[in-house]
T-cell receptor
Framework: EPEVTQTPSHQVTQMGQEVILRCVPI?????FYWYRQILGQKVEFLVS????????KSEIFDDQFSVERPDGSNFTLKIRSTKLEDSAMYFC????????????FGSGTQLSVL | GESVGLHLPTLSVQEGDNSIINCAYS??????FIWYKQESGKGPQFIID?????DKRQGQRVTVLLNKTVKHLSLQIAATQPGDSAVYFC?????????????FGKGITLSVRP
């Protein structure tokens, strides 16, 4: 079965540094998402992306966050200046036609901010 | 406020028995519900979904029941196997547009005893 792939699987960074988390959604999918999960907590919605623009974003997704689909294949999440509280597992997801059907999630990138 | 929650944090069942995982939701506008399974080190994996115009939906060894009157969702797993051991999340989607915005519950750990 096709998969959403995410790299790296683990990322360690210093507070204040920029990080870019990378995702390759399933090739014929049109809707793309980022979610995150702080250890021991719920999976939380960050942002949805369709037709090369953000469809919706949560309160978490402030000016330090940005998303991009630079080449029609990759889907990236950038955190400009990381904070300790950004430490979490970040999941990329995609869905084929509309968002109102099942999302396929990647295995996640564990981000640790020191 | 809106919330999706799970009644129990852990569930231990004997291999071969049936498992029932329950979930309560509070947003009566939610019209799409999904169960996800998360194994260690992996992203959420779709199990089964149900729309609000249905009360029951069956998959392979899994059944989801929706009771809109009491805002309750359950996942039944028949003949539970060791491979079913994982964290299970219910999620709701109350979006009216094309993109999804899932609200996840906290997660319940299913442990299958051999």
């Amino acid at each position: 079965e096709p998969e959403v792939t995410q790299t790296p699987s683990h990322q360690v960074t210093q507070m204040g540094q920029e990080v870019i988390l990378r995702c390759v959604p399933i090739s014929n999918h049109l809707y793309f998402y980022w979610y995150r999960q702080i250890l021991g907590q719920k999976v939380e919605f960050l942002v949805s992306f369709y037709n090369n623009e953000i469809s919706e974003k949560s309160e978490i997704f402030d000016d330090q966050f940005s998303v991009e689909r630079p080449d029609g294949s990759n889907f990236t999440l950038k955190i400009r200046s990381t904070k300790l509280e950004d430490s979490a597992m970040y999941f990329c997801a995609s869905s084929p036609r509309t968002g109102r059907e099942k999302l396929f999630f990647g295995s996640g990138t564990q981000l640790s901010v020191l | 406020g809106e919330s999706v929650g799970l009644h129990l944090p852990t569930l231990s069942v004997q291999e071969g028995d049936n498992s029932i995982i329950n979930c309560a939701y509070s947003n009566s506008a939610s019209d799409y519900f999904i169960w996800y399974k998360q194994e260690s080190g992996k992203g959420p994996q779709f199990i089964i979904d149900i729309r609000s115009n249905m009360d029951k939906r069956q998959g392979q060894r899994v059944t989801v029941l929706l009771n809109k009157t009491v805002k309750h969702l359950s996942l039944q797993i028949a003949a539970t196997q060791p491979g079913d051991s994982a964290v299970y999340f219910c999620a709701e989607d109350s979006q009216t547009g094309a993109n999804s915005k899932l609200t996840f519950g906290k997660g319940i750990t299913l442990s299958v005893r051999p």
